[in-house]
């Protein structure tokens, strides 16, 4: 019992009465370690068992509970092998029951005659008398009340061969020996202006629920403290990069800028990329590090945002880096980019991991000593040994790939550089604010003029024949076809067609059209081959898997099909769709083949139904989840144990509100020390928090 008077929230579950090293293991694997998580270990479900009937009053049928006396019991080995029966006959005065277990040895010395036991099961009638067969049960010394049935009871999320009643129990107790000692971390002020319940009054609410109401505002309450928390982590963060870092002012006017919009830009900005390029350049002539997030839908003009952002660093005598996710994006960015800049004597350089180490050298030279303005380049940019002279602006190009935290070793660097980070996976707002909530977030609504809808189509296998005589108008009246699968070889689940199978198909069907395969296993020389002459014109049908994913742009490209769209994730076929209705011809996007599988469904479902990235992205986040829509499931950020960035938007917004104005007044929570370490505990590493108090 000494041990347990001390029972603080940080020890392991292993030093509770009853766990011990087996089912500390087990407990582990749902993610429960301490006794805090144990806590935060939420019911999945909840299963009305309050009421508590007579013998007599039995429904046949029904699933009930009841309380009743041993009369007697035998144990007995059926005819067929290893099979025990241990048959129980129970009295509560009003009537008899028999209760049956299968293979339950060792029940027979529990259930002694005259002892209470409470039953939970379905009542059936055999051979005219009540029957349980296999019903939870649970012995109630005398005096007691029963744990398990007589009222509302959780039922905890997969558990991994601990028993529901004996995990009941055990919070029980924790409950029991913690009321009075755990501090409450959220600011009593704040729990008064929304009615939430105390901390501990609403955990024991949500294991043991004592009516809906009090249920729904101690859940709602947890939900809030998760948000808040995490919501104060990114005020946190957002002041650190304020405070003592100094940033460079750049000039939003110098004549870089001012010739490249003048001169070399080929067409007018969108309004749209007009108030987000004055967004940036308000952030900029400030020294106040820049960090900033810019949605926008595929081909909605992003990259030039970046190129008027890099220009004003240049312009100031600064570098500006440009990172892409794959190298076949950094080349194409890069082409894009030293095309425009070249002729405005801007030095653009493309740094990626298949640059010889000759020139690679030549390249962190240029860099380091400042020669070099502008690179574009992967991954390799974030190496250790490469730095730069004087690096003023970061590029990040699809973020989500990069995950969450990567963006800081760029930004490092340089001495504070103003970072733009650009996603073409439109984010619901309820995760921007949660992952990226220590950025500023500006949007590009607006597609270039011109661009029409895509027409989508989902298209079964049966219209194989039809679908090939558009694709052969198409190419007839000019268009270029991507056909995408999401394999490339064959394999043992053959509903599934490869990109080899449907290529060699295509090459048969379409014999005097240039039919061409490029998937990721082809080397460099060769994909850049394939890609150079699709984007010629000079190939008509392009088979591929998903290499061609995201930000390939060949205007004259009309059709997309995608076959066996529901092996890709919803984002992933928006995606594709986008590289289709980039000119100005309209664009088709054919799902090809359907399935009987729900998600699958959905997905095509959400794609036939709008073009929108912000609608698509909403779709995504029901039916998959917030880690991986944005690929943070491996740092856990938004895995919240109550709160659902879907149902709790109101919550979300007044949590983030409250934590953002409590570190105004109190930056580092000096007058929140228990608030403080939580946060620190939870999620001080994830979010890569310093506070030094
Ligand atoms: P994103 O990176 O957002 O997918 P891009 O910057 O690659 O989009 O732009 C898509 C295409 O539209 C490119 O060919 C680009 O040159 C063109 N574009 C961008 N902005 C405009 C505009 N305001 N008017 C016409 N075309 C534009
Ligand atoms: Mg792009």
Redesign the pocket.
Known sequence: MERLKKLELGSSVQYLKGVGPVRARKFKKLGVETVEDLLWFIPRRYEDRSKLSDLSSLEPGKIQAFLARVVSVEQRKARRKNLTICTALLTDGTSLIQAVWFNRVGLKSILKPGSRVAIYGKIEIRGGIKQVNNGEFEVVEEGEAPENVGLVVPIYPGTHGLVQKWIRRIIKETLCLLEGSVEDPIPGDILKKYGYPGFFQAIKEMHFPSSRENWLAARNRLAFQELFLLQLGLAIRKKSYVKGNRGHKLNTEGSLLNSFIDRILP????DA?KRVFSEIKEDIVKDIPMNRLLQ?????????IAILFMLCAVDSGYQAAFMAPTEVLARQHFKKIDRWLAPLGVKVTLLTGSVPLAQKREIYDGLSKGRISVVVGTHALIQDNLSFKKLGAVVIDEQHRFGVLQRNILANKGEQPHVLV?T?TPIPRTLTLSVYGDLSVSI?DEL??GRKNIITKSVGKDMELELMAFLREEIEKGGQVYWICPMIEENEDSSITSAEKRFSHLREFFKNKRVELLHGKKNYKEKEQIMKDFERGQIDILVSTTVIEV?I?V?NATVMVIEDPWMFGLSQLHQLR?RVG?GQKQGYCFLFGKTDDYDGRRKIAAMCSTNDGFKIAEADLAIRGPGEVCGTRQHGVTDFSVADLLRDRKILYSARKEAFSLVERDPWLDGFPKLREDLLRKLGDKLELVITA
Do not use: C, H, N, Y
């Not at 067409?267 to 969108?270: A, G, I, Q, V, Y």
């Open positions: 067409f007018e900005l969108t990329q926008g839908d595929v081909g909605s003009g992003k990259t030039v650009m073409a590009i270039p003029p930000g742009d205007p986008g980039r």
